[in-house]
Structures are given as C-alpha cells and as structure tokens.
C-alpha cells in the first residue's frame, strides 16, 4: 500500500466504526510499507488514545494449571504433549496471588488455565472467585469450552469477562489446526453463550499461521464485528517445537512475524474503535519492545504474568517466552520504564472495562 493509499483509508476509518471493508482489512493487514504503515498506525493509536487515554490498563495473569484436554496442533500444553509437567494451584495459591495483585495496583487479574470440563475443575473455579471478592477485582477467566450452565455459575461467582479466542475464523483453517474431534462450530456456539451469560466476552486470533491469508485476517476482524466482541486479544503464532504445526510452519521470519500481528492490531482498532485490545506476551516473544509496539500499534491492555516463576516453564504455549525468571515485581517495574519511554503510563487503580460494553449494553 502506498502512503496515500493509506492516508485515504484512513481517513474513512477515523469518521465511524465499522468503516473499512474487507479488501481495505486485508490491505492493512498485508502492508509491508514503512510509510503507509505509519500512517496507519499512528491513526489506530489516535483511536486507542480517544477511548482510553494515554493510559495501559493492566491485568495480572495467573496461569491456574496447565492440565488440558484438548490437542491444539500449534499448543505446547496440549495434552498429547509428554514432555510438559503438569500442575495446577490451589486455591490458597491464588488467593495469595490475587492478593498480589491488589498491592501492585493491578485492578483487573485473568485467570487462565487449561481447559477441564469436570464438576471438580468448575467447583475450583468457583472456590477461586468466592476467594478473591474481598480483593475487588475485575474479573477474567480463560478456561476454554464449557457449558453453558458452567459459564453461568462462574459468573455468580464473581467472573466479569471471559476469553475464548476462536484462533482464527475460518473453518478450512481452523480444521488444518485441530484434531477432527475439536468443533468449530461448538467454539462459536461458546462465544454465544457467554454473551447470553452477561459477560464482557472476549475473542481472538494468531496470525501468521501456515495457510493464513490477509482474506482470512481480514474474515478474522470482521468476525470480531460480527459477533460484536468487547474485548480483543491476538497474537502472532510461534511454533513449539514438541507440537506437530512445528514441522509444516518454518519459513517465516520473527520480523514478519511480528509485523502482520501489529498489522492485525492495527486494522483491529481502526475497524472496531472502542474494544480493548491486548498487546499480548507472543509479541515480547518476537521482540524485547514487542508489547510497546503494539500499544503504539493501537492497542490498550497488557497482561503482566504474576505466576510464580516455579510455574512458569510448564506453561509454556509457544517457543521463546519472556520474562521465565522474573517475578511479577520486576515485570511491574519493567513495564513501567517500558511505558514511560513510550509516553504512556500504567492505569493503576482503574479495572479498565472495556469502553465497548458500555456503549452495547447502554443501547
Ligand atoms: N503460538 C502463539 N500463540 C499460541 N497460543 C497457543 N499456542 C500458541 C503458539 N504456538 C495461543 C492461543 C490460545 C492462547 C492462550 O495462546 O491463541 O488461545
Ligand atoms: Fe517481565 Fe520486563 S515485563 S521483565
């Protein structure tokens, strides 16, 4: 895309939302010019610093166990992974990292897991919310497919917001990525039942995928409009070498890597505007400024890991990521400095909903 080119897309997609359509999207998502991806970029961030400020709203990620019973052919926790050692904490465990939380400052914590259906699994879950009310956090889980009534439950519990990513929107796509037994179509019906449940639902992709297009990046974001998510969180994918995607998916550079998913983010904020959107870990993966950029690339949320580092090299989805050795202090002063040399600060003290729920839920 040329600068101009870019300068005139812009220009739509600044007036409303939901102003590109699906060849724009995939432009943008493609882009490989340095000028025209300026210009883009600096209009999505012009949009994030519209409907949140010059602030990154932050949540403490604690990863709740890695047992999963699903085979996600890119996951390195997937269950047919031998080499990974399987935990998960306990309830005193989290109360105390909820605890954590609260003191840093962090208003909002994700509780995040592998995915378990089973009246136990959902009975733990439940301990946990009931545990960490008097901390008066917002609320995130991110514990895969589950019924509906299980997803109700965790909501009277104190859960706000719920994550499910689709991964990506294609069914061609996400088939080539799943075993036969893991259903598109249930994960859709999933992202529904959220909605029906009340919560802040949030959603997402990875991007450079073996097979993925910038047709199939752009189908992801108008999926996100479609179902009318609050909340995105995207990544670029890295391969895991214990996983089978590993062997087909060489070829791409970490640079390119990393520019199609801050393409991604970009495009994502100029076509939805008011969502949160996650400048996710995969992206520090790639790049010591990964999550930096993609704040300037239009993003508003971060999600610093506060598990305790013992943990941390069982939960590890991709290859390559950051931050295994240092404790949820060093990360909290780290993004800080990380922060401030980008001319933004840590929105300490504030939940950060997401602007979008406001606005669907009002109307
Ligand atoms: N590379 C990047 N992201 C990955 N995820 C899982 N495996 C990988 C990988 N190899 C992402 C999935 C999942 C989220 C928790 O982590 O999108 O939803
Ligand atoms: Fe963890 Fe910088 S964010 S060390």
């Known amino acids: 895309m040329t600068k101009v080119e870019a300068e005139t897309l812009v220009g739509k997609a600044l007036v409303r939302p939901h102003g590109l359509v699906r060849e724009e999207l995939a432009a943008v998502v493609s882009n490989t010019d340095a000028e025209a991806a300026e210009v883009l970029r600096a209009a999505a961030y012009e949009l ?182 609050d909340m995105i969180g995207m990544g670029p994918y890295i391969p895991h070498p214990d996983t089978p995607l590993a062997a087909v998916a060489g070829g791409i550079s970490a640079e390119d890597r990393i520019r199609v998913a801050l393409n991604m983010i970009t495009a994502t904020r100029l076509h939805l505007h008011d969502v949160n959107i996650a400048a996710t870990t995969a992206l520090q993966a790639l790049a010591h400024d990964g999550r930096e950029r993609g704040i300037l690339a239009g993003a508003n949320v971060m999600m610093p890991n506060i598990t305790d580092v013992k943990y941390r090299r069982n939960y590890q989805l991709y290859a390559g990521k950051p931050c295994l050795d240092e404790n949820a202090s060093l990360c909290r002063g780290c993004l800080e400095r990380r922060l401030a040399a980008i001319g933004e600060r840590v929105n300490y003290g504030s939940r950060g909903d997401s602007p979008h729920f406001f606005a669907r839920t009002a109307r």
């Open 48 to 229: 994030k610093c519209r409907h949140s400020g010059k602030v990154v709203s932050m949540r403490g990620l604690v990863e709740l166990g890695n047992v999963c019973a699903k085979d996600c052919f890119y996951c390195g926790i997937r269950r047919s992974n031998v080499n990974v050692d399987r935990y998960r904490l306990s309830v005193d465990e989290v109360e105390r990292l909820a605890e954590a939380n609260a003191r840093f400052g962090y208003a909002s914590i994700v509780l995040q897991g592998g995915e378990v259906e089973a009246e136990a699994n959902t009975e733990f879950v439940e301990e946990c919310l009931r545990r960490i009310r008097r901390f008066d956090l917002g609320v995130t889980l991110s514990l895969g497919e589950q019924d509906e009534d299980v997803y109700r439950r965790w909501k009277e519990a104190g859960a706000s917001r719920y994550l499910l990513r689709i991964e990506t929107s294609s069914s061609r796509l996400y088939s080539s990525l799943h075993p036969p037994s893991h259903s598109f179509e249930r994960r859709v019906e999933c992202l529904r039942a959220l909605r029906r449940c009340g919560y802040q639902v949030g959603t997402g992709t990875m991007s450079a995928l073996p097979g993925q297009t910038p047709e199939d990046l752009a189908d992801d974001i108008l999926f996100f409009a479609a179902i009318d998510a």
